[in-house]
């Protein structure tokens, strides 16, 4: 349901049952066992599912407009766990040159801020002119460490293909209910190509996507195949955990999508429960 737009409007919010739908995941952060050892509740829900449903009041105000022309960006500070009821909440908050500024919270039963962001439509006109370099994926996952991702920043390119057949239940998964994703790919879906990106590339332990910072620039349809590009762009230490900034670009024949995406690549906690 859409609203008319002034400062200080909230936009209807949306409310889905949480699901880890990265089971299968080769990231061991989303199984209970490991989750648990390292002092979690239980498997985390990916940040990319969260920010998935972070879009939800954003395209159902904006519509399809938002995914080839809105600026999102979340960042993630509590765990969400499967089967939790989360509430997201929209308010627009200002407006500069013509672009809606929005601030959001994905919140949990206990009103607890699971993810805040913020967002902008139109997106402002920001995004790098040069693209990560393309390079083959490598035949073996190379050991993340910081020596080596500051030697070799550059990620193989990964090349998905958007499966429109498989969407339907992606999305059931997602409890995703606009209709306009009947035929074009949803942002989580798009999203979690970056974290194939780096899973494709880099052997690790169990990590955690800690922000996205999300240009959306187009959208993708059934049978169209992605490509993948990203390189590391920052290397810092905090409280004994190691973390990365990947500068992340899909596309299609034209631009799809610019990430800025945070991850903290080797955790204390991890090495000190093995």
Not at 7 to 15: F, H, M, R, T
Not at 172 to 197: F, M, S, V
Not at 215 to 238: C, D, K, N, P, Y
Not at 256 to 270: D, F, K, L, N, P
Request: with cysteine; net charge negative.
């Amino acid at each position: 349901m859409q609203v008319e737009l002034e400062i200080g409007v909230n936009l209807p919010a949306w409310q889905v049952v949480a699901a880890n739908d990265a089971v299968d995941s080769r990231n061991p952060i989303h199984h209970d066992a490991v989750a648990k050892r390292l002092g979690f509740g239980g498997g985390l829900v990916p940040g990319v599912t969260v920010y998935g449903y972070a879009t939800h009041p954003l395209v159902a105000q904006f519509g399809r407009e938002f995914l080839t022309g809105g600026h999102l960006e979340m960042r993630f500070r509590r765990p969400v766990y499967a089967g939790e009821t989360v509430k997201v909440k929209a308010q627009v908050t200002g407006r500069i040159e013509q672009r809606w500024q929005l601030e959001l919270a994905v919140e949990n039963a206990a009103g607890e801020a699971c993810a805040i962001g913020t967002a902008q439509f139109p997106a402002p006109p920001n995004v790098p002119a040069e693209l990560p370099p393309r390079q083959p994926l490598p035949a073996n996952r190379r050991p993340a460490t910081p020596e080596g991702l500051g030697e070799t920043p550059i990620l193989g390119t990964f090349e998905p293909t958007f499966d429109a057949a498989t969407a339907p239940g992606f999305l059931a998964t997602l409890g995703e209910t606009l209709p306009l994703y009947a035929d074009i790919a949803h942002p989580a879906w798009l999203l979690r190509q970056a974290n194939y990106l780096i899973d494709q590339n880099l052997e690790l332990g169990p990590w955690i996507h800690v922000s996205s910072v999300v240009q959306h620039l187009g959208v993708v349809g059934a049978g169209e195949r992605l490509e993948v590009r990203g390189q590391v762009i920052e290397l810092s230490t905090h409280k004994g955990n190691d973390y990365a900034d990947f500068d992340i670009a899909l596309m299609t024949d034209r631009p799809v999508m610019r990430v800025r995406h945070r991850a903290i690549y080797r955790m204390e906690a991890a090495a000190t429960a093995a």
